[in-house]
């Protein structure tokens, strides 16, 4: 079976471990990088959630997974809110399947 990880600073994401996802919280973009990276070799791992603050900083590595089918990294808002960045990724997502930008 599958896990869910959630990769972000500690007030952003530890709600998320009430709902039973693995939480993993970093307190640099080095440390981060580490984690994102640790948790992509490791087979049992599908989605890996991102909040958007680290992923602007480390956009290489994002990209790095983009394209692979796991794991999904899917960015989300963190506790400052969010920076557009993880729905730009869906739209171009969903604009290169489909053809056309529907959103």
């Known amino acids: ?9 500690r007030e952003s994401v530890m709600g998320f471990k009430a709902l039973g996802l693995d939480v993993v919280t970093a307190e640099s973009v080095e440390e981060a990088r580490r984690d994102l990276h640790a948790m992509a070799k490791d087979p049992d791992y599908a989605i890996i959630y991102l909040t958007e603050q680290f992923a602007a900083q480390m956009p290489d590595e994002v990209a790095r997974y983009k394209d692979q089918l796991t794991p999904a990294v899917i960015l989300i808002p963190g506790k400052d809110g969010s920076l557009g960045i993880g ?17």
């Open 1 to 9: 079976m599958y896990k869910i990880a959630v990769l972000g600073d």
């Open 87 to 103: 729905m730009e990724n869906i739209k171009t997502s969903v604009e290169r399947a489909v053809g056309a930008d529907i959103l």
